[in-house]
């Protein structure tokens, strides 16, 4: 799938088959995350992939936002270090893990921001990291409508030269 079109077409998904993802899938939503550029490549990002059930109904207790993270085949905690560009550097690599797994078929969700303190001792996450999000991955339960999103038009977001002038 080509880029634009992982973009165009990506949803967020919160009910998954109970179909795991296959570990060469895996590594690839990680290194796409691991590979995303940083500011001063500082790279302060730490990535732990749990696949264990348990694990995962624990995370899906703890984050109000995502009980569904105990459906999922997986999930990548992502937790970072106290710098000044963590968590714009981490969303990227969010971001990038999400879209690498949408081409492969697989789909995923952004669940919580920070205050995820809890997870730490779950997972033995050091305390001079933060847990900024749990991303649960896996097959999408029922069929998609690809591309169908309710979004502003283009002139309403964006501007030419100066603001309040749409871009067209």
């Known amino acids: 799938m080509d880029v634009f079109e992982a973009v165009r077409t990506?949803?967020?998904?919160?009910?998954?088959?109970?179909?795991?993802?296959p570990p060469e899938t895996i590594?690839?939503?990680?290194?796409?995350?691991?590979?995303t550029g940083s500011s001063m490549n500082g790279q302060p990002w730490?990535?732990?992939?749990?696949?264990?059930r348990e694990?995962?109904?624990?995370?899906?207790?703890?984050?109000?936002?995502?009980?569904?993270?105990?459906?999922?085949?997986?999930?990548?905690?992502?937790a970072i270090e106290r710098?000044?560009?963590?968590?714009?550097?981490?969303?990227?690599a969010i971001?990038?893990?999400i879209l690498t797994a949408w081409s492969d078929g697989i789909s995923s969700n952004w669940v919580g921001f920070l205050?995820?303190?809890e997870v730490k001792p779950l997972l033995g996450i050091p305390d001079h990291l933060d847990v900024l999000a749990i991303l649960p991955f896996g097959y999408p339960a029922h069929a998609l409508?690809?591309?169908?999103?309710?979004?502003?038009?283009?002139?309403?977001?964006?501007?030419?030269?100066?603001f309040e002038r749409p871009f067209e």
């Open 10 to 21: 990506v949803l967020a998904v919160r009910s998954y088959k109970e179909k795991p993802v």
């Open 27 to 35: 590594r690839r939503i990680i290194q796409a995350g691991r590979l």
């Open 46 to 52: 730490r990535f732990v992939v749990v696949e264990n």
């Open 55 to 78: 694990t995962l109904r624990q995370l899906g207790r703890l984050a109000r936002s995502g009980p569904y993270i105990a459906q999922a085949a997986l999930a990548i905690v992502v």
């Open 83 to 92: 710098t000044e560009y963590a968590v714009s550097d981490a969303s990227r």
């Open 95 to 97: 971001q990038s893990m």
């Open 115 to 117: 205050g995820l303190a």
């Open 145 to 162: 409508g690809l591309g169908k999103k309710r979004r502003k038009p283009l002139s309403k977001v964006a501007h030419l030269e100066r």
